[in-house]
């Protein structure tokens, strides 16, 4: 059988080679950044999938655009959002890893997607040879994971070429498991450069930049490094100027521009604008891994006297960036670096919100107190600000925050009323035209308190309202779509979760909630396809995971849902949702002792699990174990109240057991509650006077 290749070696690149059976992408990430080489795969198969199958482009169009706005010029442009048509300045909607890992996904679906359909016409899909994917930036990094896992190697084959040093975790472990390892070369591989033989040290060091640094030629590696520095900065000057030439678009300004400006004979000048333009782009696409690199190459070119705003701007976005990856240390320890060196109220306002932030919402334990003091801070300079425009909108941004805190804090009402103030504030004073993304941003953020205050009808108005203004910002359809669920209308939501399918990247989050809808709705077979969709996306998703296995378990597709609970136990043996579904399982087997071994071992884990103790209370009746159901289905009375439904099996137990006394009480006490089984409990409570 045909498998993915990894194939490691210190030898340089590999050369283009224009076979149409193959397509090999140089990945380092100097040359464009995030995606590079997915680029180039995407420049290759496009042409013909928008020829062939536009439809199936069409359903991808954001994620193809999303980080590789270059791609238009073969597909069309992407569609148009607040966000994407708001200013820099105006922003105050950022992504962050969690979507791009959801874009690069989108673009994995394609890919996948787009040689199957070659492989139903009988064709093969190009083999995929991904070079330098040890020096790809940490995005492209994630995707050939994914790519490994994804992609059949019967249909779509991936070699991938690193050297030997470390890789990260999820490449590695892709690579290992998915990949045939070995030390040889592709046949046939050329490396790039031709032959050096004649070459002086100069022209190596010359061929070198002019390969954007991203040669692997040790001879050409070794003669930059010993070339005068003055000869490698006016390299770096000679080759920034041949790509301004050209016009370059946002992937080349990020890579390549950025880093020959920043090494070039004026790092603190055109070097520090030049990563400040290629932060900013990746900043508003949500490139995490690059922010932070930037910022922090950034830092190291500024002078902070002299130019304050930029090495704050520098450090307060690479900050922000560490929070989606989980540098939450390293986050706060740059928001405190830039309190103490600035005095500008400015720094301070936001750089107080962000720590309040990082409380309230990232940081564990989380302290909503702390977080308030730090957000009343911001709020307070906010409101002394002396230019009465800055004033009106940072006063309204950090009362915003306020809410949030106060959200978290329990007050809903009060995080209400502050959310309501600021939008009148901004009604009152903007056009429609200003500021139309934040107060965007505000609307949802009413909806959403509405929602939680039970105020469903007003909530309701305010989604419809988000949807018709940002269409493709599809979390308002998925909350609307919830609104229509808790009200019964599964035809409404399901209708907004399928147009939100129909725009949005693929979130695990919307096909997980759609296939909850389906499954609701009487669709086995859509809700089985979303959950499917959304493991074959993110295998570790466990919710998804326990969600089909109950699915299935309602099918009676034993083998099916425990194939489930395996996997997920493989990834969390201790998750006590997991043992007891386990237990479930057997125990519609009949399967009672290792029914009662897995849920006794999820209540070991978590002694108050409402399922696992009425299920074991089922598996102690069904082995005459009358007294054991009697003492779990009280504890689990205990946990949950009065329910008709427990008390019926608690008396049932109590009868079997030969106290019919008990049993009756419970039928009676069932008997007063609303939604019990009447007349089941009626003819017990008729067995139970005739024996007493």
Not at 162 to 173: A, N
Not at 223 to 244: F, K, Q, S
Not at 414 to 422: F, K, P, Y
Request: with cysteine; glycine share 6%; net charge negative.
């Amino acid at each position: 059988m045909p498998s993915h290749r990894w194939i490691v070696s210190e030898l340089p690149p590999l050369s283009p080679r224009p076979a149409a059976a193959e397509i090999v992408a140089g990945c380092h990430r100097r040359l464009r950044g995030p995606y590079t080489g997915v680029d180039t795969v995407l420049r290759a198969v496009l042409p013909e999938a928008v020829r062939r199958w536009p439809e199936l482009v069409d359903f991808h169009r954001v994620e193809l655009l999303y980080g590789m706005p270059e791609l238009a010029d073969l597909i069309g442009p992407a569609p148009r959002t607040l966000a994407l048509e708001s200013s820099f300045e105006e922003r105050t909607r950022f992504f962050g890893a969690g979507m791009i890992r959801c874009m690069s996904q989108g673009v994995v679906s394609f890919l996948v997607d787009h040689a199957h359909r070659l492989r139903s016409a009988g064709e093969s899909a190009p083999h995929l040879v991904l070079d330098q994917a040890d020096q790809a930036e940490p995005t492209t990094q994630e995707l050939i994971a994914l790519l490994l896992r994804r992609a059949d190697p019967a249909q779509l084959r991936l070699t991938v070429r690193t050297g030997t040093g470390d890789l990260p975790g999820e490449l590695h472990r892709a690579l290992e498991r998915w990949a045939e390892r070995s030390a040889e070369r592709p046949d046939g591989a050329g490396a790039v450069g031709g032959d050096r033989q004649a070459r002086t040290d100069e022209e190596l060091a010359q061929a070198y930049v002019r390969g954007d640094c991203a040669s692997g030629d040790p001879a050409e590696l070794r003669a930059y490094l010993e070339a005068p520095p003055e000869l490698r900065a006016r390299l770096h000057d000679r080759r920034a100027e041949e790509l301004e030439d050209t016009g370059p678009g946002p992937s080349v300004r990020v890579g390549a521009l950025a880093y020959h400006r920043e090494h070039g004979s004026d790092p603190s000048g055109a070097g520090r604008i030049a990563l400040l333009t290629a932060q900013r782009h990746c900043v508003e696409v949500g490139f995490s891994a690059a922010v932070i690199d930037l910022g922090l190459r950034g830092r190291a070119v500024t002078d902070p006297d002299a130019h304050p705003h930029d090495f704050w701007e520098f450090t307060h976005q690479a900050a922000a960036a560490c929070i989606p990856l989980g540098r939450h240390q390293q986050s706060m320890d740059l928001y405190l670096d830039v309190i103490q060196r600035f005095t500008d109220p400015k720094v301070h306002m936001m750089t107080s919100y962000s720590i309040a932030m990082l409380h309230t919402r990232f940081l564990r334990p989380r302290d909503h107190d702390l977080a308030l003091r730090w957000q009343n801070n911001a709020a307070a300079i906010a409101s002394i600000l002396p230019d009465p425009a800055e004033r009106l909108t940072f006063s309204v941004f950090h009362d915003n925050g306020l809410a949030l805190v106060e959200m978290h804090r329990g007050n809903p009402g009060r995080a209400l009323d502050l959310v309501e103030s600021c939008i009148a504030r901004l009604d009152a004073k903007l056009t429609d035209a200003q500021w139309r993304l934040h107060r965007s941003q505000l609307l949802y953020n009413r909806a959403r308190l509405l929602t939680a205050t039970d105020r469903l009808d007003e909530a309701f108005a305010d989604y419809s309202t988000l949807i018709e203004l940002d269409p493709h910002y599809t979390d308002y359809l998925s909350e609307r779509a919830r609104i229509h669920r808790t009200r019964g209308d599964f035809a409404a939501a399901l209708a907004d979760y399928d147009r939100a399918v129909e725009l949005a990247p693929p979130f695990p989050e919307l096909y997980h909630n759609r296939g909850t809808a389906r499954a609701e709705a009487g669709d086995t077979k859509g809700a089985l396809a979303d959950f499917g969709y959304v493991l074959e996306m993110e295998p570790e998703d466990l919710d998804t995971r326990l969600a089909r296995a109950e699915l299935l378990l309602e099918l009676e597709e034993f083998d099916a849902a425990d194939d489930d609970v395996t996997a997920g136990l493989a990834l969390r043996p201790q998750d006590p949702r997991l043992l007891c579904m386990r237990g479930t399982v057997a125990l519609q087997r009949g399967e009672l002792a290792q029914a009662r071994e897995a849920l006794d071992a999820a209540l070991a884990l978590d002694p108050e699990y409402p399922a696992a103790l009425l299920n074991r209370a089922v598996v102690h009746y069904g082995q005459g174990r009358h007294p054991a159901a009697v003492a779990d289905l009280t504890a689990l009375l205990d946990l949950v109240g009065d329910d008709p439904d427990v008390l019926l099996n608690r008396g049932i137990a109590h009868q079997a057991g030969g106290r019919p006394d008990l049993a009756l009480a419970d039928y009676e006490r069932a008997l007063a509650l609303p939604g019990a089984d009447r007349p089941e409990l009626e003819a017990r409570s008729a067995e139970c006077a005739a024996a007493g």
